[in-house]
């Protein structure tokens, strides 16, 4: 433990196993598939989208399982989301941790955790694993079965990007096939990304009425409802498997389409992205209004499967995350940085306050935001920011992140 001391956010495990009771407890190990969503952000998914939601599959699933309404991602891009959904990482560089390249520091994460209790491990992705780091990231996980675009047929590329989600979906239980249990698999989709065309293969699709916002964005829209079925279809494919019963699903997004949050005038919204976890082991389902993000997965995650399945978490760990919220009330405890394409890292979520660069917002129950004049209050923020700004590149520059480089 001495040696923590230069790794400055190396902290004991302590996040609360906020998820047990609502699961089942057992002795065998589920397997657990976490699906990133591009584009899949509240603004047009779940209960009072602001424009509409444009997802009924999963806002079905969030009914069947657990769902947490005020849940943000922490950065603007899909560099952010997977340091952060499986190893609630630091910001890192630029343009995220991953931007560090071969300097990227060592850590710990959910794939870690899992492989020092026998699961196996894959990755799936429809386009190039080597775009903004994520291969690198992905190796450097140890994972075992890797898919990106390479593993496809040329025919089946439709974009600029890749595979659609439901090609990535079907093609994933290939992979299964020599996969031994327990194992953790994640995903990452790409439909719901500019030029957002739409495959007409799973139409159908809802048509945004009238001139309003949703209209504007008529093919991104589409292209949400289209992701929307290719998630069904592949839950109810994953249904006829064996393991489903001993399965848990996590299903969140990476942020909101570009330039939405433009028209809706909310600084929060290409933020602002919902989390389900549904599983046949949940004994009952939940909707929460606990403030939390992409950070708090994996620790929560760790703990469920600590305290219901008998998997010993480490005494320590670097996770900036504390664990989700389930609270049905809305509360606002967290601190999180809202990461930027731009570099400029001036958007703090600080508890019940929104630094925004220049400014500070009171952030209302509804997520509203209401500009406050308070010069003391406003430097306290930005200070707890400015620290947060140093160790950040202290332990990402240095690699006193975790101790790997000590094992």
């Given at each position: 433990m001495a040696l923590y001391c230069f790794f400055p956010l190396i902290h004991s495990t302590d996040a609360p196993n906020v998820l047990g009771a609502f699961f089942q407890e057992g002795s065998i190990r589920p397997n657990i598939v976490i699906?990133?969503?591009?584009?899949?952000?509240?603004?047009?998914?779940g209960p009072d989208a602001k424009i509409?939601?444009?997802?009924?599959f999963l806002d079905s699933l969030a009914q069947a399982g657990?769902?947490?309404?005020?849940?943000?991602?922490?950065?603007?891009?899909?560099?952010?989301?997977?340091?952060?959904?499986?190893?609630?990482?630091?910001?890192?560089?630029?343009?995220?941790?991953?931007?560090?390249?071969?300097?990227?520091?060592?850590?710990?994460?959910?794939?870690?955790?899992?492989?020092?209790?026998?699961?196996?491990?894959?990755?799936?992705?429809?386009?190039?694993?080597?775009?903004d780091g994520m291969e690198r990231f992905i190796l450097k996980n140890d994972?075992?079965?890797?898919?990106?675009?390479?593993?496809?047929?040329?025919?089946?590329?439709?974009?600029?990007?890749?595979v659609p989600d439901h090609v990535l979906f079907d093609s994933s239980f290939s992979g299964l096939r020599d996969q031994q249990e327990p194992y953790m698999n994640g995903f990452l989709t790409l439909t719901l990304h500019s030029p957002y065309s739409v495959p007409k293969d799973l139409g159908p699709?809802?048509?945004?009425?009238?001139?309003?916002?949703?209209?504007r964005f008529a093919s991104a829209m589409q292209c949400a409802h289209y992701s929307d079925r290719a998630l069904s279809r592949f839950l109810d494919s994953y249904r006829s498997r064996p393991e489903y019963e001993r399965t848990i699903f996590v299903i969140t997004g990476d942020h909101c389409i570009e330039k939405l949050d433009k028209y809706t005038a909310d600084p929060l919204d290409i933020f602002h992205v919902p989390l389900i976890v549904y599983s046949p082991l949940l004994t009952r389902s939940g909707s929460f209004r606990g403030v939390c993000s992409h950070w708090d997965i994996p620790p929560s995650l760790a703990?469920?499967?600590?305290?219901?399945?008998?998997?010993?978490?480490?005494?320590?760990?670097?996770w900036m995350g504390g664990g989700l919220d389930t609270s049905k009330d809305y509360r606002s405890d967290r601190s999180f940085p809202l990461g930027r394409i731009t570099g400029n890292h001036d958007t703090y979520f600080h508890r019940e306050y929104l630094l925004l660069?220049?400014?500070?917002y009171q952030v209302g129950p509804c997520l509203d935001l209401t500009l406050i004049r308070n010069e003391e209050k406003k430097q306290q923020i930005a200070n707890q920011l400015d620290a947060y700004l140093i160790i950040n590149s202290f332990v990402c520059r240095r690699n006193r992140l975790w101790l790997g480089a000590f094992r």
């Open positions: 699906i990133v969503c591009e584009g899949l952000a509240r603004a047009y998914s509409g939601s444009f997802t009924p657990l769902y947490w309404e005020n849940f943000f991602a922490c950065s603007d891009r899909t560099y952010g989301a997977l340091p952060n959904v499986f190893g609630s990482m630091p910001i890192g560089g630029t343009r995220g941790v991953l931007s560090l390249g071969h300097s990227l520091p060592d850590f710990y994460s959910l794939y870690d955790f899992t492989h020092a209790h026998g699961y196996s491990s894959g990755f799936y992705y429809g386009g190039w694993l080597g775009f994972v075992q079965l890797v898919m990106d675009e390479v593993g496809f047929p040329s025919e089946a590329r439709r974009s600029n990007w890749g699709y809802l048509n945004p009425p009238g001139t309003g916002i949703a209209a703990a469920l499967m600590e305290g219901n399945f008998q998997m010993q978490r480490p005494e320590a760990n670097p660069r220049e400014d500070l």
